[in-house]
């Protein structure tokens, strides 16, 4: 006699089909919780590149141009100074070149201003040139000679009186020059703008 199995497993193909859809269909679902989708967000690519737009700054407005006043100065105002610096400048240089002759002559002729000088001016018995001293003696010119520099024959020759401010500070100098174009040199002496000529007369110089 067959038993009766009483835990058999009903087979899934046996199940009743029910649709799940009218269940989902009931349920409410609140809005909240609907997702809302994402926006995609845009690379720019090397082509695209964004551009930033500066807020234009307003446009200044240019300052009007001021009036000015043209004053005419008279023609005094620059004439005078240049002139003032005009005389101040003649005075210093003038200074500065009197000063720079004194320190000259001091190095030169000495104090008092004295030149010497040898010649052959046909006074000399031999081979030796006379001897020439010409002196500024207080303002006084002083020509002494020495025929072939014979000292105990000196010839003093005193010339004219120098005028002038400082004129003890002059120097006086001696040349010799043929002018009257005998072939025997005269005797120039000059001081300052003076020129005195001596001929060579008889053996001694005679004021001309």
């Known amino acids: 006699m067959p038993v009766a199995e009483t835990n058999r497993v009903v087979p899934k193909s046996a199940l009743r089909y029910r649709s799940i859809i009218p269940e989902i269909e009931e349920l409410s679902i609140p809005a ?24 234009k700054s307003p446009a200044k407005k240019k300052p009007l141009p001021s009036l000015k006043r043209h004053q005419t100065l008279h023609w005094a ?6 002139i003032m610096a005009m005389l101040l400048l003649t005075l210093a ?19 008092p201003r004295t030149m010497q000088v040898d010649a052959f001016v046909g006074h000399e018995t031999g081979k ?3 001897h020439f001293i010409a002196e500024n003696m207080h303002g006084r010119v002083v020509i002494m000679e020495m025929p072939g520099g014979d000292v ?3 010839r003093v020759i005193v010339g004219p009186q120098i005028l ?3 004129a003890d500070l002059v120097p006086v ?6 002018r009257n174009g005998d072939h025997v040199p005269d005797l120039v002496v000059r001081f300052g703008a003076v ?3 001596y001929a060579n007369e008889h053996g001694t110089f005679v004021p001309q």
């Open 32 to 55: 909240w919780s609907t997702p809302t989708p994402r926006a995609s967000r845009k690379i720019p690519t090397k082509r695209e590149t964004p551009v930033v737009s500066s807020p």
């Open 173 to 178: 100098v001696l040349s010799f020059v043929d």
């Open 128 to 130: 030796t040139p006379s």
């Open 93 to 111: 240089l003038q200074l500065t070149w009197n000063w720079g002759t004194s320190v000259y002559n001091d190095l030169r002729y000495g104090t």
């Open 152 to 154: 105990q024959h000196v």
């Open 77 to 82: 105002v620059p004439v005078v100074p240049t």
């Open 164 to 166: 002038g401010p400082n």
């Open 195 to 197: 020129e005195v000529w």
